[in-house]
């Protein structure tokens, strides 16, 4: 198993450019998040998805979308990047069960905004 | 909504001391809590949970105390290693399908 895959690794972006962070999970997860990580300040959750075609906002969901059309991904979309969405941004997912289990972190996107 | 405290935000130990780090939560309903452990340029990787039905876990080296009614939980690292040198963070929820986390603590083990 690869476990929880994310694409780019890094980018830098322009002001007002868009962009589609991608994550992928081969263990048939049913819950999958999105966090930032800015330095200092943990991780907060974007949107989270408890099954195929079902998103939810989670802390700070400003300026982020997502979609869940399949149980295998989970993209993140920026639509007008701005100098605030500079950050470290983390998929995660977890399997279903009688309350909250692991969550399988995958590697991170790096992302700039200049 | 729920919050959680960490602290320390950075801890120093020499190799073979312990090393406790805590947290604090606010919402009463909050039943299952996680630490993870961070590496350098990694995604965050559980190390140890508790759920809100147990005082007391222990795996190894790590173990996690919890004091419900005071609303905090601690993580205890015996007998330290250079490897344990990472970043911590301790995690929240009560029965919905989300986590809090702490802000985390820079744990540095010198030899």
């Known amino acids: 198993n690869a476990g929880v895959t994310q694409t780019p690794k890094f980018r830098i972006l322009k002001i007002g450019q868009s962009m589609t962070l991608q994550c992928a999970q081969d263990?048939?997860?049913?819950?999958m998040y999105w966090y930032r990580q800015d330095p200092g300040m943990g991780l907060k959750l974007i949107y989270y998805s408890v099954g195929a075609g079902i998103t939810d906002k989670g802390e700070v969901p400003n300026g982020y979308n997502v979609s869940r059309s399949t149980t295998e991904d989970f993209p993140l979309r920026l639509e007008l990047a701005a100098p605030s969405q500079t950050s470290v941004y983390f998929c995660?997912?977890?399997?279903?069960?009688?309350?909250?289990?692991?969550?399988?972190f995958g590697p991170g996107t790096r992302l700039t905004v200049t | 909504g729920e919050n959680v405290e960490q602290h320390p935000s950075t801890l120093s130990v020499q190799e073979g001391d312990s090393a406790v780090i805590k947290c604090t939560y606010s919402d009463s309903a909050s039943n299952y809590f996680p630490w993870y452990k961070q590496e350098l340029g990694k995604g965050p990787q559980l190390i140890i949970d508790i759920r809100s039905n147990v005082g007391e876990k222990k795996d190894q080296r790590i173990a996690v105390t919890l004091n419900k009614t005071a609303k905090h939980f601690s993580l205890h690292i015996t007998e330290t290693q250079p490897e344990d040198s990472a970043v911590y963070f301790c995690a929240a929820s009560d029965n919905t399908d989300k986590l809090i986390f702490g802000t985390g603590t820079r744990l540095q083990v010198f030899p």
């Open positions: 263990m048939n997860h049913n819950y």
């Open positions: 995660a997912s977890s399997p279903p069960g009688l309350g909250l289990s692991e969550q399988y």
